[in-house]
């Protein structure tokens, strides 16, 4: 096997795992960071990975615990590059503070202590969020580019929102001091994502699906009212995991916006267009989940990258068409 050239982190992920299918066919070798080595199985054996015929330019590396401030110190030797993804998203089931603020801050800055010793290193990539840049609670007000920063939330971070919020922004804003301080010999770029939505590579049956961001999406369109409102933004896996790739070529951005503006619930419009047949057999039935808007704009990474992001109809259709083919529902 030849060396690994890329290191990443959170594959087992939604849009981890996409990033490793497009990292292989691109043609890196990767070291996969794993939280339990017994996951390197269902990756190594999942279809899409064997479609490839690319297992032998992939290795795992075991970190059990991405909080510990030397995580990462072996994982990185001998690397050129970087994608850091592992971090917990919003949950009701993990600890606001030590299961979500934490992991978050912590395993970026367990990443870049490894990251400044190593040599080799000559680029960093880590996945922050909309969140990670963005006043909380939300101010429409505010126009939001990859650029703006806000100061670190003051806690207490006793529920998820603010757990997650805080902990992205106080990554976001630790990514920039050691940049500043330290004046790293490699480059770093940090991607900021709205809400991931779009087809799951990793899913092959119906309760795989629902372990991403989809369930979201999936809810206004399966009946659900959700509780609380959500702040607009969201993005098509499939530009999130392509951009990543493009932010490891050199002269890459250093901040990169990856979201798109929109409203939640006009994903039942779109349901009405595009499989009206799966409404008539009541497989869909509309839900609703309220949306805050907010002025986030990534049309700079539009014109940086010279593409157009796909839009919420796109999410909308690849997620509930995969819906409909992983349950056995004919699709309209
Ligand atoms: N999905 C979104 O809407 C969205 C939007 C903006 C930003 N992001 C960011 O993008 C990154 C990936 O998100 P995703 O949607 O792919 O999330 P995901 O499907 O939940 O995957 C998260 C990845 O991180 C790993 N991980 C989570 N908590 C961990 C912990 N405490 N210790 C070790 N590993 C841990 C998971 O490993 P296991 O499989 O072992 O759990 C998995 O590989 C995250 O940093 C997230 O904040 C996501």
New binding site residues.
């Given amino acids: 096997m030849p060396s690994p050239n890329l290191l990443l982190?959170?594959?087992?992920?939604?849009?981890?795992f996409d990033v490793l299918l497009k990292a292989l066919e691109e043609g890196w070798v990767v070291r996969a960071a794993?939280?339990?080595i017994s996951?390197s199985g269902s990756i190594v054996n999942h279809p899409k990975i064997t479609a490839l015929g690319r297992s032998d330019r992939l290795s795992f590396v075991e970190?059990p615990?991405?909080?510990d401030q030397n995580a990462y110190e072996e994982a990185i030797k001998g690397v050129t590059h970087v994608v850091h993804?592992?971090?917990?998203?919003p949950s009701p089931f993990l600890d606001p503070l030590t299961?979500i603020y934490e992991?978050?801050i912590n395993?970026v800055n367990a990443m870049l202590r490894a990251a400044a010793k190593e040599p080799s290193l000559q680029k960093l990539v880590i996945?922050?969020?909309?969140?990670g840049n963005s006043p909380f609670p939300p101010d429409v007000s505010q126009h939001i580019t990859a650029e703006y920063r806000v100061p670190n939330l003051p806690g207490p971070f006793d529920s998820m929102m603010p757990a997650?919020c805080g902990g992205?922004i106080a990554a976001t804003n630790a990514i920039d001091t050691f940049a500043k301080e330290n004046n790293p010999s490699f480059d770093l770029a940090v991607v900021?994502?709205?809400?991931?939505?779009g087809k799951d590579q990793r899913a092959l049956k119906i309760e795989d699906f629902m372990?991403?961001?989809n369930r979201i999406l999936l809810g206004i369109i399966t009946g659900k009212d959700a509780d609380s409102p959500m702040p607009a933004g969201a993005?098509h896996v499939d530009d999130v995991a392509k951009i990543i790739i493009l932010a490891l070529k050199d002269g890459a951005p250093r901040n990169i916006g990856t979201t798109v503006p929109h409203v939640f619930d006009k994903a039942w419009d779109i349901v009405e267009k595009h499989f009206p047949k799966a409404i008539e057999t009541g497989v869909f039935t509309k839900g609703s989940q309220a949306t805050v808007p907010v002025n986030w704009d990534a049309s700079q990474t539009e014109r940086d990258f010279n593409l157009k992001f796909k839009t919420w109809e796109d999410m909308v259709v690849d997620t509930a068409g995969q819906y409909l083919e992983l349950s056995g529902k004919e699709k309209a």
């Fill in positions: 982190t959170g594959a087992t992920g939604f849009i981890g794993i939280r339990s996951k970190i615990d991405i909080c993804l592992a971090s917990p998203l299961a992991p978050n395993s996945a922050s969020s909309v969140f997650y992205k900021f994502p709205g809400f991931v939505f372990s991403s961001t993005v």
